[in-house]
């Protein structure tokens, strides 16, 4: 019964740890977005640096400016980008270390099983074969 329990108490933790691992995604996808805005943020900030016309021109300062801080930006959201796909590889190896642990551990309790099956299957048969007691042998 130990056994039974242990393997319910690992589904659970995998169930936990895949919920852990979809949360790592998520940040994941949020930095990624982020990241997309800031790249398209430098791509306008380029066009608006470039461009002839004169209001631009007056504010170029400013828009180079903007862009030095989008790409620090960009390089911070890139380190926590890493970071986080580290998260979620060692998040995604841990709940796939659990899932073989569950697995185990669910063929070890209906291994378990199987053999009490069959001692209870043999000392049936040989409790048929011993007289009820002892005051029922001839002597």
């Known amino acids: 019964m130990a056994e039974k329990n242990r ?3 690992l589904k659970r933790l995998v169930a936990v740890q895949r ?3 979809r949360m790592a995604e998520s940040e994941l996808a949020d930095t ?3 990241r997309s805005e800031v790249t398209e943020s430098m791509k306008r900030v380029m066009v608006a640096i470039g461009s002839v ?3 631009h021109m007056a504010f170029s300062i400013h ?3 903007r862009y030095g801080r989008l790409m620090i930006r960009d390089q911070q959201l890139e380190s926590i980008q890493t ?3 580290m998260k979620v590889q060692q998040e995604r190896t ?3 270390r659990l899932e073989e642990h569950m697995k185990d551990a669910r063929e ?3 291994r378990e099983a199987d053999d009490n099956a069959v001692y209870d299957i043999i000392d049936q048969r040989f409790a048929g074969a011993t007289p009820a007691s002892s005051k029922v042998q001839k002597p």
């Open 63 to 65: 828009y180079a400016e």
């Open 53 to 55: 016309d004169p209001v």
């Open 7 to 9: 393997s319910e108490k």
């Open 94 to 96: 841990k709940g796939d």
């Open 32 to 34: 990624t977005r982020q």
């Open 108 to 110: 070890q309790e209906t």
């Open 83 to 85: 970071l986080i796909q």
């Open 19 to 21: 919920h852990l691992e």
